[in-house]
């Protein structure tokens, strides 16, 4: 038997988390053996799916193309992907929005009991997996027939996008079980790189006073050609966005440099962000938790510091 | 309508969880708890909604070991109307969980229940997605805004790129994100009162659900640690370092 995974795209393209998924698959067929399939639920999606069989080791597309399936709605997307389940060992989706949402109720329907954001595979049926905010990494062992999971896509290297010349095959859509109904999407707008894939995050906590301020991190940001994030304390107090928030009940990140300007370091936010390479952290108490992980801690009032911030790397990028 | 809030008793949300030497778990004697923020923020929705005029009654469920009675009698003094417990010392995956609300909601005949997003313990996120299928009714996950429209509900959803607006039929199962609102605290009335308020214990046999766990733990342990950094001096310092020792810019 074999893996699916299912893929995350926007009925064109693929959504980039998809081929860390891809590579978390591989890395499943790796211990458990078998074939790694890609699940392209969507309609009007042959786009996603020429793209899906390009990824390289997957041998099969699966695509369910139908007006039923646009949205994303798991009342409609879980019993396709639980019938599916029949013909495979492991189902795997990105731990993102998407995935949490529909992933857990096709377990249900097979009576499995699904691992959340696994970092880790050790065997067909053992995987790492955090807890208690990252305070703890839970080494657990599945004793269902049928494994489900969601991956956190920091802990996997992305699958190259090419390579791949997977078959397609039209599945059976699914029909519209008539519980829900997809209206729209509130998108934040942004031409700069997403948060979960930029190489260097800057994120603005409560210290930043308000949304406007955060035009000084976006400055800072173009120049490194950085996402913006930001911690609970200013999405709560509406400076930015939901989008930004990185953290426990957030995002989780990893960039190679994450910098954190005006965020005192609470364990919730600590969970985002702490796998990444580089921490740099301003802040003017020099008592914040978030000098405790920064590689590089500046104890300064950000309203001076992040300005100058922009000048020296100026300087900096001149140099090179 | 009548509603049913499941709550959790977990670690409380600003104690750091430590893992025991023995690599059983996390360390919980003797460890400050509370009730999952999460599930203060579906008890404090269902309070809302019954004192908007849409809820006629609300139930608060929690399964778990004799102490989750304190975690009842906290949403008892929020506005919960009743409380059920599933009593068990066994230990509760959600699966397990999601079939015991199954069996609740049932017996009790709401239509509509509210749980939390994610218990902030095993950060599983899970539950309310797999309630919803064995019940076969439709979901509305990581919701920050709901309103009753007849026979459906408008839900708006945070989603990883921004928002999302859906419509879900009732009957429902909603999981509550952090922003749907700020749970009040109990006035101390309210806890008086709230010692009055019945709770019924049932048990996982009397439900006839199984809840052997799906997965066994082999061993928790700690994340590696990160090594100590410095504290740079200046901006032109800190440039300086991000250049040419970490090379990341
Ligand atoms: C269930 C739950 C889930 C949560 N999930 C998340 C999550 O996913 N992500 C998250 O981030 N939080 C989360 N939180 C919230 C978290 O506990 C903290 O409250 C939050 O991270 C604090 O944000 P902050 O650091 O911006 O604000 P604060 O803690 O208020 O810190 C502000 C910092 O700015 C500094 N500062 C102020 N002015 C200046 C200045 N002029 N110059 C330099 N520094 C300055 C201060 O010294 C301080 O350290 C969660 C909480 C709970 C209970
Ligand atoms: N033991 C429990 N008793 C009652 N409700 C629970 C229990 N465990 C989880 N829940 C509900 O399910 C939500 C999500 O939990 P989880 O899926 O474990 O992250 C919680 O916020 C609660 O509303």
Known sequence: ?320 | MKVLVGVKRVIDANVKARVKSDGTGVETANVKMAMNPFCEIATEQAVRMKEAGSVTEIIAASCGPAANVETLRTALAMGADRGVHVQTDAELQPLAIAKLLKSVAEKEQVQLVILGKQAIDNDFNQTGQMLAALLGWSQATFASAIEVAGEWLKVTREVDGGLEHVEVKLPAVVTADLRLNEPRYASLPNIMKAKKKPIDTLTPDALGVDVTPRLKTLKVSEPPARKAGIKVESVAQLVDKLKNEAQVI
């Open chain 1, 1 to 320: 038997m074999s893996i699916l995974f299912l893929v995350e795209h926007d009925n064109e393209s693929l959504k980039s988390v998809t081929l860390r998924v891809a590579s978390a698959a591989a890395k499943v067929a790796a211990v458990a053996g078998g074939e790694v399939h890609a699940l392209v639920a969507g309609s009007n999606c042959a786009g996603a799916a020429a793209a899906a069989a390009k990824i390289a080791g997957v041998s099969k597309v699966l695509k369910a193309d139908a007006p039923a399936l646009a949205g994303n709605l798991a009342e409609n997307v879980a019993p396709l992907i639980a019938k599916l389940a029949a013909n495979y060992t492991h189902v795997v989706a990105a731990s993102t929005t998407v995935g949490k949402n529909i992933l857990p109720r096709a377990a249900a329907l097979s009576d499995s009991q699904p691992i959340s954001e696994v970092m880790g595979i050790e065997a067909a049926d053992i995987f790492v997996r955090p807890i208690y905010a990252g305070n703890a990494l839970a080494r657990v062992q599945s004793s269902d027939a049928k494994k489900f999971m969601t991956i956190r896509g920091t802990a996997f290297e992305a699958a190259a996008a090419d390579g791949g010349s997977a078959t397609i095959e039209d599945v059976a859509p699914a029909g519209d079980a008539g519980l829900s109904k997809y209206i729209g999407s509130e998108l934040t707008k942004s031409a700069r790189p997403e948060l979960t894939a930029a190489r260097v995050i800057i994120s603005g906590g409560r210290g930043m006073q308000s949304g406007d301020n955060f035009v000084m991190l976006e400055r800072v940001a173009d120049k490194l050609n950085a996402a913006v994030g930001a911690s609970r304390a200013a999405v709560d107090a509406g400076f930015v966005p939901n989008d930004y928030q990185v953290g426990q009940t957030g995002k989780v990140v990893a960039p190679e440099l994450y910098i954190a300007v005006g965020i005192s370091g609470a364990i919730q936010h600590l969970a985002g962000m702490k796998d990444s390479k580089v921490i740099v952290a301003i802040n003017k108490d020099e008592e914040a938790p978030i000098f405790q992980v920064a590689d590089y801690g500046l104890v300064a009032d950000l309203f001076k510091a992040v300005p100058e911030l922009e000048v020296e790397l100026d300087k900096a990028l001149q140099q090179k």
